[in-house]
């Protein structure tokens, strides 16, 4: 069973950057495909960047291209999300997960993901 705990979130003003963490435990990042979710008031919970398990393939959201950006760092089994130039757009819960199949595919749909964390909220005042 894969644990996933993230951090990092916060309030912070229009333009500011943020840096989320996704810390696991019982499982290797490295093993599972790993996407960042958000999911504002009232709104689906939508994918904003994801990382295929092989190959380092990746996919953002339109609205994040340029601004956010993923990675994963293996020895702290830790997956990241830096973003830049926050928009009053972005305030949602962010949540980490992990699962997917396997190989060089990246995984968009919330349906294809086995593990989740508890989300971090990201708050944006303009």
């Known amino acids: 069973q894969v644990r996933l705990v993230e951090s990092g979130g916060g309030l912070v003003q229009a333009g500011d950057s943020l840096n989320l963490s996704c810390a696991a435990s019982?499982?290797?990042?490295?093993?599972?495909?790993m996407a960042w979710f958000r999911e504002a008031p009232g709104k689906e919970r939508v994918v904003v960047a994801a990382f295929s398990r092989l190959g380092g393939h990746s996919f953002y959201l339109d609205n994040v291209k340029g601004r956010f950006t993923l990675s994963r760092d293996n020895a702290k089994n830790t997956l990241y999300l830096r973003m830049n130039s926050l928009k009053p757009e972005d305030p949602a819960i962010y949540y980490c997960?992990?699962?997917?199949?396997?190989?060089?595919?990246?995984?968009?749909?919330?349906?294809?993901?086995?593990?989740w964390g508890q989300g971090t909220q990201v708050t944006v005042s303009s």
């Open positions: 019982g499982g290797a990042v490295s093993m599972y495909a």
């Open positions: 997960a992990a699962g997917g199949g396997g190989g060089y595919s990246v995984y968009t749909e919330r349906r294809d993901y086995n593990y």
